[in-house]
Nanobody, 125 residues
């Protein structure tokens, strides 16, 4: 059974940086695409970044492009999200997810992906 655990969230000020980690277990990590989603207060969960199994392909939402970087270490079964120049609008619960295909169709992640429990990121102005 796939198990994902996020860490690294916290309270920071606008302009600061945070690095999130997601440790995976229970499956062959290196064969799965990984993604970070976030859910701001009172809003729907949205895709922030995704990375294919090899790390060669990555996607970023326009709102984070140039500020966030997704990466993975297949030897450590871990995916990361480096977040720089944080803004109050980045405040959300951040979730990592695993899916068997590198898809940018959000619905398939919700339907068939595996999810962690999330980590809170709060950015004060």
């Amino acid at each position: 059974q796939q198990h994902l655990v996020e860490s690294g969230g916290g309270l920071v000020q606008a302009g600061d940086s945070l690095n999130l980690s997601c440790a995976a277990s229970g499956y062959i990590f290196s064969t799965y695409a990984m993604a970070w989603f976030r859910q701001p207060p009172g809003k729907e969960r949205e895709l922030v970044a995704a990375i294919d199994w090899s790390g060669d392909a990555a996607y970023y939402a326009d709102s984070v492009k140039g500020r966030f970087t997704i990466s993975r270490d297949n030897a450590k079964d871990t995916v990361y999200l480096e977040m720089n120049s944080l803004k109050p609008d980045d405040t959300a619960v951040y979730y990592c997810a695993a899916y068997s295909d590198y898809s940018l169709e959000v619905a398939v992640w919700f339907r068939s992906g595996s999810w962690g429990r999330g980590t809170q990121v709060t950015v004060s102005s």
